[in-house]
């Protein structure tokens, strides 16, 4: 998918984190809008999105002078105290512009020089490996959370076509675990996926996050409603796999192969 770019520059890069993320002090987005276009991207019914001209997944705005923006904000904000951050709340920080801009690795060089009690960095992309020497240098005060809904590419293909292939993510994961850096997996949303799935991560991380539309997209499932994706399930017969009970089938599944104590479900996951 091609998305028109627009280059914006922000008054402001860090956001007080509030809401599901009222466990971070802030929230940091390199980029408004993304590519990526997932069918259930909650940030479709976010005023960022839902006042915009155009399709969710069709327009980027790249930030501007964010690194500059940046040092001058976590300066101030470590002068008040603790500071933990999210990357990123309502887009990917590694989708395909990055490549080009680097606004996310420019951002990270900059956290680096001056770090944050803690950074996650939520993504579904390979292209957070292409930043490992920056990653290393925050040392115990990052964790790279990789999005990885599904182990079935043909569930991938159908409710995030634009999405990098499951088993590059996988890879990326084994390269970030090389490297020291540490990692989870989130299952964010729960997709249908196979018995088999716990199986395929257990080599590779030791924290698993499990959420789904109703606990995670902030309404209680009611903006992932809108949305009508009920419909793309009941194209392949998985109505029963739009639920808010279809997390705990996935969790027992995870059970019989993780200790309880390295599974954890929906807020608490993404905490620092």
């Not at 698993?208 to 009941?234: E, N, P, Q, V």
């Not at 796999?241 to 993404?270: M, N, T």
Request: proline letters at 6%; a positive charge.
């Amino acid at each position: 998918m091609k998305s028109e770019l627009f280059y914006k520059n922000p008054q402001t890069i860090l956001n007080k984190g509030t809401g599901f993320l009222a466990g971070y002090t802030h929230s940091l987005n390199p980029y408004t809008g993304c590519s990526f276009g997932c069918s259930y991207c909650y940030v479709r019914q976010m005023p960022v999105a839902f006042f915009r001209e155009g399709q969710w997944g069709h327009w980027v705005d790249v930030k501007q002078g964010a690194a500059t923006l940046l040092a001058k904000e976590l300066r101030r904000a470590k002068e008040k105290g603790k500071v933990t951050i999210f990357m990123s709340s309502s887009t990917d920080p590694y989708q395909p512009i990055e490549y080009q801009e680097k606004v996310t690795r420019s951002l990270l060089e900059v956290m680096a020089q001056n770090p944050p009690d803690f950074l996650l960095v939520q993504t579904r992309s390979p292209l957070v490996s292409r930043d490992i020497d920056v990653l290393q240098r925050f040392k115990d005060k990052v964790r790279v959370s990789m999005t990885i809904e599904t182990d079935s590419e043909t569930m991938r293909r159908h409710f995030t076509p634009e999405a990098p292939p499951i088993q590059a993510r996988l890879k990326t994961l084994q390269k970030l675990a090389d490297a020291g850096i540490a990692t989870q997996v989130a299952i964010a949303p729960v997709l249908p996926s196979s018995e088999y799935f716990p199986d395929k991560l257990k080599p590779l991380v030791n924290r698993i996050c499990i959420d789904d539309y109703f606990m995670g997209d902030g309404s209680g499932g009611k903006r992932t409603k809108k949305l009508g994706i009920d419909k793309l399930y009941a194209e392949l017969g998985l109505e029963d796999w739009y639920g808010a009970h279809a997390y705990k089938e996935v969790q027992q599944r995870f059970l019989r192969i993780f200790p309880e104590d390295q599974i954890y479900i929906s807020q608490a996951g993404f905490e620092p």
